[in-house]
């Protein structure tokens, strides 16, 4: 199989995710690791969105692609979640429930597709992505200044609130999908 360029860049991002973790938990560079740290997640989180775009620009829209990019996704948000639980500086339910929202429509998506059916991610999927980075990226930042540690609070209660309408919106769209599964 012949990678096109938005296919190189999921798998650069999935690339930079050992990279990412080993810096940040480590302290491998010192002071500047957890800077090094966000440079890597801003990078790889701009990858996705790059991408996208040019997987939609150029009409290199492929099946790899449809799958690996949400996969990468998920591993790069929630393994900065992890480590992010690990140093301190995000509560383990709030990765909970985003983890188990991951998992939920995980399972629905593989069984739907073996009953050939595709469920695409929603715009509040993406809004929940866009929050969940951005609240990554904020935590990772660190700034010790009120309005700032304000600011990472209200966005992470929004990546938390978009994880939770994300799936009840998926359900609600999928119900007969789902209704089909139970059946």
């Not at 099946?63 to 949400?70: E, I, L, N, R």
């Not at 929050?131 to 309005?147: G, S, T």
């Not at 990546?159 to 059946?183: E, P, R």
Request: glycine share 4%.
């Amino acid at each position: 199989m012949k990678m096109n360029l938005a296919n190189k860049l999921t798998l650069f991002r999935v690339i930079l995710i050992p990279f990412f973790v080993a810096i940040l938990v480590t302290d491998c560079f010192g002071s500047v690791s957890r800077p090094v740290a966000l440079t890597i997640f801003v990078i790889a989180s701009l990858t996705d969105l790059i991408d996208g775009k040019i997987a939609r620009k150029y009409n290199l829209v492929t099946t790899f692609g449809k799958f690996a990019d949400p996969l990468a996704d998920k591993i790069l948000v929630i393994s900065a979640m992890i480590c992010l639980v690990a140093l301190g500086d995000l509560a383990s339910w709030i990765v909970i429930i985003i983890v188990a929202r991951e998992f939920i429509i995980s399972g629905f998506r593989i069984i739907a597709a073996e009953k050939d059916v595709v469920i695409a991610a929603s715009w509040w999927g993406k809004w929940k992505t866009t929050f969940q980075m951005a609240m990554v990226i904020m935590l990772l930042a660190d700034i010790d200044h009120p309005a700032w540690q304000t600011a990472s609070d209200v966005v992470t209660c929004i990546a938390v609130v978009l994880t939770v309408v994300s799936l009840i919106d998926y359900i609600l769209k999928n119900k007969k999908v789902i209704h089909d599964i139970w059946m």
